[in-house]
């Protein structure tokens, strides 16, 4: 199974890319905050709860999301493999998905990180938000601070899978398609 962490920070592409590569690869994509979106959009008390932070551009607790992850891929058993897109977003997330795979004897093949500089990041996703109707798109306040959670609590998984070996940098400015290809390349090296 070749399973993928999608890494960089918000705005850096990655469900852009990641919505490429399951179409080569027959991958399952699972972002976390596609499912909360949904969640949010059906109502239900994990949207609310979710939503609380969200709106707020902060994490939402590891208990509530590494639960949901679960649910999604013991949901799907039949995959070739996954694309994990926006999680795990905390050291201690990495360490509950590392500890759920090794237990169907599954592990994390690669993370490939996006590098995309802090100020694209704004503009990119100030522009998405013109119609994403993401009210999390809309505010550069909130936008700056999910960029500020991404720094101080998501970017050491970077560092957490380097020393497995398993991280590897691109860079994540260009054309969705230039982009892809080095998406591609840096995917069959590993695979
Ligand atoms: P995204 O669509 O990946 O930019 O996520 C939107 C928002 O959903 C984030 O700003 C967080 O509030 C929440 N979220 C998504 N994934 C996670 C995660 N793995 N851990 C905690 N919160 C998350």
Redo the contacts with the bound molecule.
Sequence with gaps: MLNLILFGP?GSGKGTQAAKLIEKYGLLHI????L?RYEIENGTPLGLK?EE??SK????PDEI?VGMLKNKVNDNPEVNGIIF??????LA?AEALDRFLAEKCLSITALIALDVPDEEIVQRILSRGETSGRS?DNDESIIRN?IFVYNEETAPIYNYYAESGKSIMIEGVGSVDVIFNRLTATIESVC
Excluded: I, K, N
């Design positions: 918000p972002s976390t905050g596609d909360f979710a932070f969200m551009g902060e994490l939402v999301t897109d926006g999680f795990p977003r905390t997330q999390d999910r």
